[in-house]
């Protein structure tokens, strides 16, 4: 199995380990890949919906993977034994679900000894959530595929606070630490998007001042990282 864009660099951020557990399988790629090039042991490849689940059961299957993955239907980290995994992988879904599901499972999530994290927007709440509960960012890539730019973040809990700015949460201190390739291109479209923003809210006629000033001040940061690049 070949891995490419996204779905390569979630599994790049994947180290060497006994037991990965996939939260949202799918098709289970992920987990049947790590396996097959050796870098896990085991996995566990979980979906809440039974349908993925059976897609999932059928790619193990053809790739004669049934000794080492264990397939499981439930709801975020539910279908996990506490310290049964080291490694937890989520990608594919949105920020706030991503953040939901490390909230309800967050013992789970202390234990493992790193989150690999693939969301498919409001990336900046996920980096909220994982300083504000003390899980350190430990590193972060960025991806083209299909003209779209993916990120991924790597995290481990530390109990620790981090303080964090307005740059830190919307483009990542680990991105620009090791000036990802794309980040200037991410940084520019990212730009449009807060362009198009506040054009939107300026053309509204509802009281928006807040979100105005909000939008304005991380285009302002963006502008000025923008230039020291
Ligand atoms: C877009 S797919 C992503 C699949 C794969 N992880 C990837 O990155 O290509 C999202 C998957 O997450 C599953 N999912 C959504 N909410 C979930 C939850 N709360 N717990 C577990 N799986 C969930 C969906 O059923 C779906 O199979």
Redesign the pocket.
């Known amino acids: 199995m070949i891995l490419r864009g ?2 390569k660099l ?1 599994a790049d951020m994947v180290p060497v380990c006994r037991t990965v557990c ?6 289970a ?2 987990p049947i890949y790590l396996i097959r090039q050796g870098i896990c042991k085991t996995a566990i490849a ?4 039974p ?2 689940i059976e897609k999932a059961n059928i790619n193990i299957r053809q790739y004669e993977m049934t000794d080492y993955i264990d397939t499981r239907i ?3 980290l ?1 279908p996990l034994k506490e310290q049964e995994t080291e490694i937890i ?5 949105g920020g706030q ?1 991503i953040c ?2 490390l909230s309800e499972g967050i013992e789970k999530a202390r234990n493992a000894k790193r989150l690999v994290i ?1 969301p ?1 927007g409001a990336v900046e709440d996920v980096r909220r959530w994982l300083y504000d509960n003390g899980f350190e960012i430990t590193d972060e890539g960025l991806v083209m595929e299909r003209n779209k730019i993916y990120n991924v973040i790597s995290a481990s809990w530390t109990g620790q606070q981090t303080n964090y700015d307005i740059i830190d949460l919307y483009v990542g201190r680990r991105l620009i630490e090791k000036n990802d390739p794309l980040l200037k291109t991410y940084i520019k479209r990212e730009l449009n998007k807060i362009d198009t923003a506040i054009n939107g809210l300026r053309k509204s006629r509802q009281d928006n001042r807040d979100a105005l000033e909000k939008n304005i001040n991380l285009r302002d940061e963006f502008i000025k990282l923008y230039n020291g690049l």
Do not use: E
């Open positions: 996204r779905l979630v996939d939260v949202g399988t799918d098709h790629y992920i979980t979906d809440v919906n349908g993925p439930g709801d975020g539910q992988v989520i990608a594919g879904m679900l939901s599901i693939q498919m």
